[in-house]
């Protein structure tokens, strides 16, 4: 069953722009994890949030986690043609589970 | 290193047919793992081993098979190819030193049953 749920399910924005994902989920994690996947290849890992984190930068990430709303957001920000990619959220439960649930991820679509 | 390691990247199989995807990784990693990602479906768990001997069940176990003999490869059998098994296939490692730790992928196999 998917944990994750990305949204906004595609966003197109221009080069410079920011780029704001979302991810809800519905039980408790201990962490909670975002990855990029270009096209026709494997999965990037790009940022992990735990579970009492609340805010976390990487580079041009910035990576948001509110548990009592079980939602975290990523944002990337000025944009790059590069940045064109499906993006996943992923959420590691309660519990020590060796599991990583992806949602469906998000396709982001940089327009130079 | 290498990292993930996955081979065939492209296979075309008749429905009946079995075959092994093969996965290896050079970073002593304890924990790997099988994906499968269908279009609009995100990643689902086949199969998950945390360490050479010990394999385990995900999501979506049914019509495929996996043995983790040494710490670098875990094989992914098919067993009968359905076609409802075409899909893009990843597999994955990470260290067990913690349940956060970055889980590494393969660059993927692409399966289509006819």
């Known amino acids: 069953s998917q944990q994750g749920e990305e949204d906004p399910q595609a966003l197109s924005i221009q080069e410079g722009e920011n780029a704001t994902m979302n991810c809800s989920y519905k039980t408790s994690i201990n962490n909670l994890q975002w990855y990029r996947q270009n096209s026709g290849r494997g999965l990037v890992h790009l940022i992990l949030i735990r579970s009492n984190e609340r805010e976390k930068h990487s580079g041009r990430l910035r990576v948001t986690l509110d548990t009592s709303k079980k939602s975290s957001s990523l944002l990337i920000t000025a944009s790059r043609a590069a940045d064109t990619a499906s993006y996943f959220c992923?959420?590691?439960?309660?519990?020590?589970?060796?599991?990583?649930?992806f949602g469906k991820g998000m396709k982001l679509t940089v327009n130079p | 290193n290498a990292g993930v390691t996955q081979t065939p990247k492209f296979q075309v199989l008749k429905t009946g047919q079995s075959m092994t995807l093969q996965c290896a990784q050079d970073?002593?990693?304890?924990?790997m793992s099988w994906y499968r990602q269908d279009p609009g479906m995100g990643l689902r768990l086949i199969h998950y081993?945390?360490?050479?001997?010990?394999?385990d069940q995900g999501e979506v176990p049914n019509g495929y098979n996996v043995s983790r003999s040494t710490t670098e490869d875990f094989p992914l059998r098919l067993l009968s190819a359905a076609p409802s098994q075409t899909s893009v296939y990843f597999c994955a490692s990470r260290r067990r030193t913690g349940s956060g730790n970055t889980i590494y992928f393969g660059e993927g196999s692409w399966l289509t049953v006819v």
């Open positions: 970073m002593n990693h304890e924990y």
């Open positions: 992923a959420t590691a439960n309660q519990g020590g589970s060796e599991k990583l649930v």
């Open positions: 081993s945390v360490g050479a001997g010990i394999t």
